[in-house]
T-cell receptor, first 112, second 115 residues
Framework: DGGITQSPKYLFRKEGQNVTLSCEQNLNHDAMYWYRQDPGQGLRLIYYSQIVNDFQKGDIAEGYSVSREKKESFPLTVTSAQKNPTAFYLC???????????FGQGTRLTVV | DAKTTQPNSMESNEEEPVHLPCNHSTISGTDYIHWYRQLPSQGPEYVIHGLTSNVNNRMASLAIAEDRKSSTLILHRATLRDAAVYYCILRDVNAGGTSYGKLTFGQGTILTVHP
């Protein structure tokens, strides 16, 4: 079945460590997005990519990095520079201008 | 992207209609109105979208004001499974040059459905 997959669902890391969250889609979508969601809050855009080997900063890119080497993959690295990395992270993709975005089930990152 | 304004929360009883409002007074002529909803601990899912005319699908109806400065998502008979956060966002199909651009969400409306 086509879809967008985030892994792992839960992730625990020690403070000061970098961690990479996976996002894979087999929908042949050009655009992919990463969001952060804190408890009781809406989604905030971290990075987005509209084509392979290109990506743009969203509203809260500091302390995060991404790559887009393949169309189907858009991994997010949470670096030690991110002051408060504990959050729910969501990945999304879109295939056409006039169509909806599809979201993964999210990764809940806890830094201890 | 143009901004949207939604009430923080709304309540409804099961099997009653629900009207979720969204104000977008700075909407441009090329902005599509999209609605998504997010169930607890899940990613958002698409509900409906429109440009000028009212739209219906199996999940909901979208009523768009004549001046397009506001819209209303209508759930015809609320069920307990409709309890979620509902987001209204605008999508300018010409933004960014390549037409994808940002996809920006606000705070949304928390819908509580009572049995």
């Amino acid at each position: 079945d086509g879809g967008i997959t985030q892994s792992p669902k839960y992730l625990f890391r020690k403070e000061g460590q970098n961690v990479t969250l996976s996002c894979e889609q087999n929908l042949n979508h050009d655009a992919m997005y990463w969001y952060r969601q804190d408890p009781g809050q809406g989604l905030r855009l971290i990075y987005y990519s509209q084509i392979v080997n290109d990506f743009q900063k969203g509203d809260i890119a500091e302390g995060y990095s991404v790559s887009r080497e393949k169309k189907e993959s858009f991994p997010l690295t949470v670096t030690s520079a991110q002051k408060n990395p504990t959050a729910f992270y969501l990945c999304a993709s879109r295939g056409q201008v006039f169509t909806e975005a599809f979201f993964g089930q999210g990764t809940r990152l806890t830094v201890v | 992207d143009a901004k949207t304004t939604q009430p923080n929360s709304m309540e409804s009883n099961e099997e009653e209609p629900v009207h979720l409002p969204c104000n977008h007074s700075t909407i441009s002529g090329t902005d599509y109105i999209h609605w998504y909803r997010q169930l607890p601990s899940q990613g958002p899912e698409y509900v409906i979208h429109g440009l000028t005319s009212n739209v219906n699908n199996r999940m909901a109806s979208l009523a768009i004001a004549e001046d397009r400065k506001s819209s209303t998502l209508i759930l015809h008979r609320a069920t307990l499974r409709d309890a979620a956060v509902y987001y209204c966002i605008l999508r300018d199909v010409n933004a960014g040059g390549t037409s994808y651009g940002k996809l920006t969400f606000g705070q949304g409306t928390i819908l509580t459905v009572h049995p």
